[in-house]
């Protein structure tokens, strides 16, 4: 933690300069169209964010919380800075951004790192799915009162709601997790546990949230029937995302081997590129990247140089994604939906902690992973997002409900998770013991050399 | 994701090309300013195959007027107060007065041209292209340095002049965008100047500050260096100023002041060509009025090379032997850069037909720059024996 208040207090200077640049362009300046305010908007956020991060940090908060208040404050919401547009138009970017994250996550992804831990991943996440899913399905049953759009719901409908809901508490954040390992460069077991399991969740996840929509859909709806070919359709898309995500790694890797410079400018085509074709066949762009980072890491040579690689935009990546998170944060939403909100946070979170040391025990970790291992887990994100995002797409009636207290609680959850990893990593003395000097989302990329003068 | 995804495809498409020309990526060249790019932007685009439509090219705008700032980031970046000194007065000076005389001599003999009635050139715009031609690319001389391997004197002064040109071209584009700006609270000359170099400097402190003391960790640089380009272009968009004179000024200040100036030229240096192919490229295919504005474009640049060799003529005036020479415009020839990244900014806020003409001059020099300037540079070089016997064989 920094102590000093000069340091604190020329940055947020700094802060204010920068807030009074922008708001003194916003009123003598033109208005601008959607596309330039993102590029605004993406200045701002960058630099704001680095800014906010730095100060956050003098209170012992992680960066990744900086960012978030960042992008909430100068977001549609608050100061509104950075208009709905241009939030819109920064999609790309947020694409860019996701899929670097997946690419990394899946690299970190080794094979001795799955294999040392196989047990405890298998225990922790076999006792989520125990405990957390319907847990959390039942809370929300027994909130339903509470609940407008539940309680006009039918009790089949409401349940069908429920479970989509239940997949949603059950997703972890990857993103967090990196962003959170990159700025304190950590290693040990709570390290390589919480990777292994915050990913592995992703995959589980990704696969129930497809069946529960299904099933919510039928249940929600009913002239609606269960149809084998979702199944089909689900199957197709999974198995299409890891054949594209295999073929897109070993060309990666051969890229890195053959070719080997031009890396930024690489995965930038890379990752527009496959994010472009897995929209148009319906395939998991999260899980055809991090599959591409696993075969990488673990079929070819060449996995250290793709961590490099993307290390160097490493805090580019977080700022941006994080930045962007906040900004979407819905405040009146929240302001409305608190107390459910509230609650289902509280649930969820109890519901993991029980959960984690159940599957520790389980697995007989070590008593480091059985006390902090739940505080990793805490942290929703950008799949979260991208869930509720999509639940308002596919349910008229009730989505857009949904969705709101989907992403009240990921805000909640957003805030509360960086800063309990964090506290974890101080607590078990990993922050700060990474043995490599480069590498990956988690760690940054090493320092150029230092100027005189 | 629809409109970014062919533009990927295509990006991907002309490196490829470029790679191939360079003979398997081991000189770092494709050609000496990359123009092959802007032949495959032709080639792609409304007057080849058509393949790149308007709305694309459109979509792609903001992302162009970034990468616009950025170039004049690192031109400012590249000055520092040192290097500057030790190049002594009369090649200072010399460095201000050659292009400002190329861009006297081309605008008064595109002025001539207009009043035969030979084109129609609004006033503002044979002001833009004017000072686009007056920039020289550092490309050409980086070429001789890395393919010819000349050393030398002449070399030198021509690379000093090339880098140092640049900052007249920034200066013209700060004057000019606010005077075109049809809107905006900058349209005063000096409240524009003023307006560019408060808010350069600005951004320059929240950048040092960012940066910080300590040894340069890269991931913030690029953080940081992004964060203010982005806004150099929201914020200069906004006040109707130009982005890359406001990136420029940022930049400079860094580069003036900071003690990580040189880390973050090296950290940044291997993104200009790409950056610069992307403009080129996207200029090439931005061409769509038809075969009158290429016309003009090379009638521009045949002049732009006279005025160049008038200019690089009384700027060596000033100049002591070896460099003072009569033919030493003809090492001045190259254009695309920082020059070509102007044009595209500039004619992106004129009417449609005048920016045409813009961008097609800026096309024309750049593709003249590469198969007259190199082989004009190469050259002179010979004759002022900068390039060993032995690389002279090297073909150009």
């Given at each position: 933690?920094?102590?000093?208040?000069?340091?604190?207090?020329?940055?947020?200077?700094?802060?204010?300069?920068?807030?009074?640049?922008?708001?003194?362009?916003?009123?003598?300046?033109?208005?601008?169209?959607?596309?330039?305010?993102?590029?605004?908007?993406?200045?701002?956020?960058?630099?704001?964010?680095?800014?906010?991060?730095?100060?956050?940090?003098?209170?012992?908060?992680?960066?990744?919380?900086?960012?978030?208040?960042?992008?909430?404050?100068?977001?549609?919401?608050?100061?509104?800075?950075?208009?709905?547009?241009?939030?819109?138009?920064?999609?790309?970017?947020?694409?860019?951004?996701?899929?670097?994250?997946?690419?990394?996550?899946?690299?970190?992804?080794?094979?001795?790192?799955?294999?040392?831990?196989?047990?405890?991943?298998?225990?922790?996440?076999?006792?989520?799915?125990?405990?957390?899913?319907?847990?959390?399905?039942?809370?929300?049953?027994?909130?339903?009162?509470?609940?407008?759009?539940?309680?006009?719901?039918?009790?089949?409908?409401?349940?069908?709601?429920?479970?989509?809901?239940?997949?949603?508490?059950?997703?972890?954040?990857?993103?967090?997790?990196?962003?959170?390992?990159?700025?304190?460069?950590?290693?040990?077991?709570?390290?390589?546990?919480?990777?292994?399991?915050?990913?592995?969740?992703?995959?589980?996840?990704?696969?129930?949230?497809?069946?529960?929509?299904?099933?919510?859909?039928?249940?929600?709806?009913?002239?609606?029937?269960?149809?084998?070919?979702?199944?089909?359709?689900?199957?197709?898309?999974?198995?299409?995302?890891?054949?594209?995500?295999?073929?897109?790694?070993?060309?990666?890797?051969?890229?890195?081997?053959?070719?080997?410079?031009?890396?930024?400018?690489?995965?930038?085509?890379?990752?527009?590129?496959?994010?472009?074709?897995?929209?148009?066949?319906?395939?998991?762009?999260?899980?055809?990247?991090?599959?591409?980072?696993?075969?990488?890491?673990?079929?070819?040579?060449?996995?250290?140089?793709?961590?490099?690689?993307?290390?160097?935009?490493?805090?580019?990546?977080?700022?941006?994604?994080?930045?962007?998170?906040?900004?979407?944060?819905?405040?009146?939403?929240?302001?409305?939906?608190?107390?459910?909100?509230?609650?289902?946070?509280?649930?969820?979170?109890?519901?993991?902690?029980?959960?984690?040391?159940?599957?520790?025990?389980?697995?007989?970790?070590?008593?480091?992973?059985?006390?902090?291992?739940?505080?990793?887990?805490?942290?929703?994100?950008?799949?979260?997002?991208?869930?509720?995002?999509?639940?308002?797409?596919?349910?008229?009636?009730?989505?857009?409900?949904?969705?709101?207290?989907?992403?009240?609680?990921?805000?909640?959850?957003?805030?509360?998770?960086?800063?309990?990893?964090?506290?974890?990593?101080?607590?078990?003395?990993?922050?700060?013991?990474?043995?490599?000097?480069?590498?990956?989302?988690?760690?940054?990329?090493?320092?150029?050399?230092?100027?005189?003068? | 994701?629809?409109?970014?995804?062919?533009?990927?495809?295509?990006?991907?498409?002309?490196?490829?090309?470029?790679?191939?020309?360079?003979?398997?990526?081991?000189?770092?060249?494709?050609?000496?300013?990359?123009?092959?790019?802007?032949?495959?932007?032709?080639?792609?685009?409304?007057?080849?195959?058509?393949?790149?439509?308007?709305?694309?090219?459109?979509?792609?705008?903001?992302?162009?007027?970034?990468?616009?700032?950025?170039?004049?980031?690192?031109?400012?970046?590249?000055?520092?107060?040192?290097?500057?000194?030790?190049?002594?007065?009369?090649?200072?000076?010399?460095?201000?007065?050659?292009?400002?005389?190329?861009?006297?001599?081309?605008?008064?003999?595109?002025?001539?041209?207009?009043?035969?009635?030979?084109?129609?050139?609004?006033?503002?715009?044979?002001?833009?292209?004017?000072?686009?031609?007056?920039?020289?690319?550092?490309?050409?001389t980086q070429?001789a340095r890395d393919?010819l391997r000349a050393r030398g004197g002449v070399l030198d002064v021509l690379d000093t002049l090339?880098?140092?040109?640049?900052?007249?071209?920034?200066?013209?584009?700060?004057?000019?965008?606010?005077?075109?700006?049809?809107?905006?609270?900058?349209?005063?000359?000096?409240?524009?100047?003023?307006?560019?170099?408060?808010?350069?400097?600005?951004?320059?402190?929240?950048?040092?500050?960012?940066?910080?003391?300590?040894?340069?960790?890269?991931?913030?640089?690029?953080?940081?260096?992004?964060?203010?380009?982005?806004?150099?272009?929201?914020?200069?968009?906004?006040?109707?100023?130009?982005?890359?004179?406001?990136?420029?000024?940022?930049?400079?200040?860094?580069?003036?002041?900071?003690?990580?100036?040189?880390?973050?030229?090296?950290?940044?240096?291997?993104?200009?060509?790409?950056?610069?192919?992307?403009?080129?490229?996207?200029?090439?295919?931005?061409?769509?009025?038809?075969?009158?504005?290429?016309?003009?474009?090379?009638?521009?640049?045949?002049?732009?090379?006279?005025?160049?060799?008038?200019?690089?003529?009384?700027?060596?005036?000033?100049l002591h032997p070896p460099a003072r020479r009569?033919d030493l415009?003809?090492g001045?020839?190259?254009?695309?850069?920082?020059?070509?990244?102007?044009?595209?900014?500039?004619?992106?806020?004129?009417?449609?037909?005048?920016?045409?003409?813009?961008?097609?001059?800026?096309?024309?020099?750049?593709?003249?720059?590469?198969?007259?300037?190199?082989?004009?540079l190469r050259g002179l070089l010979v004759r002022a024996e900068n390039i060993p016997p032995l690389a002279r064989?090297?073909?150009?």
């Open positions: 933690m920094k102590s000093d208040t000069p340091g604190a207090l020329r940055q947020a200077a700094s802060l204010g300069l920068l807030l009074a640049l922008v708001l003194g362009g916003r009123h003598v300046g033109i208005a601008l169209p959607p596309a330039m305010g993102a590029v605004l908007g993406l200045g701002l956020m960058l630099v704001a964010g680095d800014l906010a991060a730095d100060l956050v940090e003098r209170v012992g908060l992680p960066h990744l919380t900086g960012y978030l208040l960042s992008g909430l404050v100068v977001g549609p919401h608050v100061l509104a800075l950075v208009d709905e547009p241009a939030v819109h138009a920064l999609a790309p970017v947020n694409t860019l951004a996701l899929a670097l994250i997946a690419l990394s996550a899946g690299a970190e992804l080794t094979w001795s790192l799955l294999s040392e831990g196989a047990r405890s991943l298998l225990c922790s996440v076999g006792a989520q799915l125990l405990l957390v899913l319907p847990g959390s399905i039942l809370a929300l049953l027994a909130m339903r009162p509470l609940v407008p759009f539940l309680a006009a719901l039918p009790l089949a409908g409401a349940v069908g709601v429920t479970l989509i809901w239940g997949v949603v508490a059950v997703s972890r954040s990857p993103s967090a997790t990196l962003g959170v390992l990159a700025q304190l460069k950590p290693d040990g077991p709570l390290t390589r546990y919480t990777l292994g399991v915050v990913i592995a969740f992703d995959l589980v996840v990704l696969f129930l949230f497809a069946i529960a929509k299904n099933v919510a859909a039928i249940l929600t709806d009913p002239g609606a029937s269960f149809s084998f070919a979702v199944l089909h359709d689900l199957g197709v898309g999974l198995l299409g995302s890891v054949a594209c995500g295999t073929t897109l790694g070993l060309l990666v890797a051969l890229y890195l081997r053959v070719v080997g410079r031009e890396l930024l400018l690489f995965l930038l085509i890379v990752s527009y590129g496959a994010t472009g074709l897995a929209d148009y066949f319906h395939f998991e762009s999260l899980l055809l990247f991090i599959v591409a980072g696993f075969v990488v890491a673990n079929i070819s040579r060449q996995g250290e140089r793709l961590l490099e690689a993307v290390a160097a935009g490493g805090r580019f990546i977080y700022v941006v994604f994080f930045a962007l998170a906040g900004a979407h944060l819905d405040l009146p939403v929240l302001a409305k939906l608190w107390p459910v909100a509230l609650g289902l946070v509280l649930v969820r979170a109890g519901l993991t902690v029980g959960s984690a040391k159940l599957g520790s025990r389980w697995a007989n970790d070590t008593p480091l992973i059985r006390k902090y291992g739940w505080m990793p887990l805490i942290s929703q994100a950008g799949v979260t997002i991208g869930m509720a995002v999509s639940i308002g797409q596919e349910f008229p009636s009730f989505g857009d409900a949904l969705a709101a207290m989907v992403i009240a609680v990921v805000g909640l959850n957003e805030a509360v998770g960086p800063v309990l990893f964090k506290w974890a990593l101080d607590k078990t003395g990993e922050t700060g013991k990474a043995a490599r000097t480069h590498g990956g989302l988690t760690a940054p990329a090493a320092p150029a050399p230092a100027q005189p003068g | 994701m629809t409109s970014v995804l062919p533009l990927v495809v295509l990006a991907a498409l002309a490196t490829l090309i470029t790679f191939m020309l360079e003979r398997g990526g081991r000189t770092g060249y494709g050609w000496v300013a990359g123009s092959e790019f802007v032949l495959v932007g032709i080639a792609i685009g409304p007057l080849g195959l058509d393949l790149l439509s308007s709305e694309l090219v459109t979509a792609v705008q903001p992302a162009v007027a970034l990468t616009v700032a950025w170039l004049g980031l690192r031109l400012g970046l590249r000055f520092r107060p040192t290097t500057l000194r030790a190049l002594g007065a009369r090649l200072r000076v010399a460095c201000v007065l050659e292009p400002v005389i190329t861009l006297l001599l081309l605008r008064g003999l595109l002025e001539v041209l207009v009043r035969k009635g030979a084109f129609e050139l609004s006033g503002p715009t044979a002001w833009v292209i004017a000072a686009v031609g007056s920039a020289t690319t550092k490309s050409a070429w393919k090339s880098t140092l040109d640049d900052a007249v071209l920034v200066v013209a584009a700060g004057v000019l965008t606010p005077w075109l700006a049809p809107t905006g609270p900058a349209r005063h000359v000096a409240v524009a100047l003023g307006a560019t170099l408060g808010l350069g400097a600005a951004l320059a402190v929240l950048a040092a500050l960012l940066l910080g003391r300590g040894a340069l960790r890269t991931d913030i640089g690029w953080v940081v260096l992004l964060g203010v380009c982005a806004l150099c272009t929201g914020l200069a968009t906004q006040l109707g100023l130009s982005p890359v004179a406001c990136a420029g000024v940022a930049g400079g200040l860094v580069g003036m002041f900071s003690r990580h100036a040189d880390a973050l030229e090296q950290l940044t240096r291997t993104t200009e060509r790409p950056a610069v192919q992307v403009l080129l490229f996207l200029g090439g295919a931005a061409l769509h009025q038809g075969y009158v504005a290429l016309i003009l474009g090379v009638t521009v640049a045949v002049l732009r090379g006279l005025a160049k060799l008038g200019g690089g003529y009384l700027g060596s005036r000033l009569a415009g003809a001045l020839l190259g254009a695309g850069g920082v020059a070509f990244a102007v044009a595209t900014s500039i004619a992106a806020q004129l009417s449609t037909r005048q920016g045409e003409l813009v961008l097609a001059s800026a096309v024309a020099m750049t593709l003249l720059g590469d198969w007259v300037g190199a082989p004009a064989e090297v073909p150009s």
